[in-house]
C-alpha cells in the first residue's frame, strides 16, 4: 500500500503512525494507532479545552421563608397536622392568649373551614370514647360519666379517707366522694388520673340550682382558670330539659385570673341561626367572638381585645 503515492514509504510503514509520520520509526502501526502520546504537539491550540470558570460564593439574605411550621403525617394512620399560630400583642406576666389555627386532615368542620380548629383555649368535657354520655350528676354520689380536662387524661373524684388511710364506702357500697359546701355551691375535687400536674381541680354546683355548674382550676403558680361561667360558655342540649336536667357537654375556658390582677376573659356567643341561610350545617357549637382582658379588668371596660371573631351579618355582605 503506497502513503501519499510513494511505495517506498509503504515498505517503510512502520514508521508512520496515524497521525502522520513518527519520531520513533521502529514502532509498529499498530502501536502508533493507540499511541496518543502525540496529539499534545499535533494539534493546534483551537482543540485546546476552556479553562474552568471560577465559582462566585453567592452573598447572604434574600431568601424566602415560609410559616416557620412543618406539615406534619402520622405514620399510623396517614393524617395530616399543621399549626399556624396566631400573633397577640404581649400583656403582663404573659397574661396574654396563646392562639393558633390547628389543622387536621382527620377533623370536622369549624367555623374555620374542614378540618381546621381553633387552638388556645381549654375545656372540660365528657368522655365519648368508651360510649355516650348519660349525664347522670347527682349532688352527692356516683357519677354516670368521664371528665376529660384538656391536654389531661381522666378526672377522678377525690374519696373521703379515715384516719387509717382507707377509703369510705356507703350504705351502698359505693366511694364517698370528697364535698364541701361554700356559700351557695357545693364542691366536689377531681385530680387526673396520672398524676400530671398538681393544679387544684374543682366543679362547682349551684344547690339552688343543679343545672347551673361551672368548674374552677387553681395551677402551679396559682392562677385561677374558670370553665363554663354563663350559658354562653356552656355547650349543652337546649331543645329541653330531661327530667330536670339541660346536658352539659363541655365546659369552656371563659375566665382567667392570677396573683397580680392581670384578668383574661373569653366571649361566646351561641349560634342562633341569625344571619345564616340554614343550607351549611355549622351552628351546632357556640364560636369564639372575642378575647379581652388587662390589669384591674372590670366587665363594662375591657382592656386590650386580643381577637375579635363573630357572624357576619349578612345585610353588610356585598
Given at each position: ?7 517506498s ?35 493546534s ?8 470558570p ?11 421563608s415560609?410559616?416557620?411550621?412543618k406539615y ?6 396517614g ?55 348519660r ?71 349551684n ?112
Amino acid at each position: 500500500m503506497a502513503i501519499d503515492g510513494d511505495p517506498s514509504k509503504a515498505a517503510a510503514g512502520a514508521g508512520y503512525g496515524l497521525f502522520g509520520a513518527s519520531s520513533q520509526g521502529s514502532r509498529s502501526a499498530g502501536q502508533d494507532f493507540f499511541d496518543l502520546s502525540s496529539l499534545g504537539s499535533t494539534l493546534s491550540a483551537s482543540y485546546a479545552l476552556p479553562a474552568a470558570p471560577s465559582i462566585v460564593p453567592l452573598k447572604e439574605g434574600g431568601a424566602i421563608s415560609g410559616l416557620g411550621e412543618k406539615y406534619n403525617v402520622s405514620s399510623a394512620s396517614g393524617t395530616g397536622s399543621l399549626s399556624v399560630p396566631i400573633q397577640t400583642s404581649p400583656a403582663r406576666r404573659g397574661m396574654q392568649p396563646q392562639l393558633a389555627l390547628q389543622y387536621d386532615s382527620a377533623a370536622g368542620n369549624s367555623e374555620f373551614g374542614l378540618g381546621w380548629q381553633l387552638r388556645g383555649g381549654a375545656s372540660i368535657t365528657r368522655k365519648t370514647s368508651k360510649g355516650l354520655p348519660r349525664y347522670h350528676d347527682p349532688a352527692s354520689g356516683p357519677e354516670s360519666d368521664v371528665f376529660v380536662l384538656s391536654g389531661m387524661e381522666d378526672l377522678v373524684p377525690v374519696f373521703k379517707k379515715d384516719a387509717s388511710g382507707v377509703i369510705l364506702q356507703d350504705s351502698a357500697g359505693n366511694h364517698v366522694t370528697e364535698e364541701s359546701v361554700r356559700g351557695n355551691h357545693v364542691v366536689r375535687r377531681y385530680f387526673p388520673r396520672s398524676r400530671q400536674t398538681f393544679a387544684r381541680i374543682e366543679r362547682w354546683t349551684n344547690l339552688e340550682s343543679r343545672n347551673d355548674v361551672h368548674w374552677r382550676v387553681v395551677t402551679e403558680e396559682n392562677s385561677t382558670l374558670v370553665f363554663g361561667s354563663d350559658a354562653n360558655s356552656r355547650i349543652f342540649d337546649q331543645s329541653a330539659a330531661v327530667d330536670g336536667n339541660i346536658r352539659i357537654f363541655s365546659w369552656l375556658q371563659s375566665e382567667t385570673y392570677d396573683t397580680y390582677g392581670n384578668a383574661m376573659t373569653f366571649t361566646y356567643k351561641q349560634e342562633d341561626s341569625a344571619s345564616v341561610s340554614g343550607e351549611a350545617a355549622h351552628e351546632a357549637f357556640p364560636p369564639l367572638k372575642s378575647v379581652t382582658g388587662g390589669q384591674d379588668w372590670i366587665p363594662s371596660q375591657p382592656i386590650g381585645q386580643a381577637l375579635s371573631y363573630g357572624p357576619t351579618d349578612s345585610a353588610t355582605e356585598s
